[in-house]
């Protein structure tokens, strides 16, 4: 299976049509919706690779539902389906964060290849929010080793390597990682 699929439509023939060419093309429609409410709740489910869900639907419009779906990280991407293509609805896909926009009636031959591109990029998407935040925590880590440092400088007149073996020892000797005894430092003198 080349990835997991959530398709919205609340036409049902368009659902059948779009199932038909993903499975045929190896993918694994998890699940169906008919609006944004079930979409949601799907992908709260399944976690899918990408939704395919059309613009226009009832209750919960796919703009709407897809920018829940992307704010809360329920899927790997969005491609949105709709019959139109005025520049306004393309505007406003875009800015829910879809990754692919097609146009309605689809065309096998472009519609595959959007998937396959979208599933990759939602992926690579996804790896770069992972490295981001990873890189965010060691930032904060290290600004609270910093903070630290400083506290044990300025209370104890330490040298800065001095403060750093001091909490390098500590972390040691109480076998728990560095930022914990940074953090209970600068806890206990702010």
């Given at each position: 299976m080349n990835g997991k699929i959530v398709i919205v439509d609340d036409e049902p023939i368009t659902r059948m049509d779009i199932r038909e060419m993903l499975e045929e093309a190896d993918y694994n429609v998890v699940g169906e919706a008919s609006d944004g409410f079930e979409a949601i709740e799907l992908c709260k489910k399944h976690l899918p690779d990408l939704v395919i869900m059309d613009v226009q639907m009832p209750i919960l419009d796919g703009l709407k539902a897809g920018?829940?779906?992307?704010?809360?990280?329920?899927?790997?991407?969005?491609?949105?389906?709709?019959?139109?293509?005025?520049k306004q609805t393309i505007e406003k896909a875009s800015s829910v964060g879809a990754l692919g926009y097609l146009v309605k009636p689809l065309d096998e031959k472009s519609f595959i290849p959007m998937v396959e591109v979208t599933i990759a990029k939602g992926k690579e998407i996804r790896k770069l929010e992972q490295d981001l935040s990873k890189l965010t925590q060691k930032m904060e880590e290290r600004k609270a080793v910093e903070k630290a440092k400083g506290i044990l400088m300025r209370e104890n007149g330490y040298t800065e390597e001095e403060?750093?073996?001091?909490?390098?020892?500590?972390?040691?000797?109480?076998?728990?990682?560095?930022?914990?005894?940074?953090?209970?430092?600068?806890?206990?003198?702010?």
């Open positions: 920018k829940r779906i992307l704010s809360e990280q329920l899927a790997g991407g969005i491609i949105l389906l709709t019959a139109y293509s005025d403060a750093y073996q001091t909490l390098r020892k500590l972390s040691m000797d109480r076998r728990c990682p560095m930022i914990e005894i940074a953090s209970t430092i600068v806890i206990s003198y702010d």
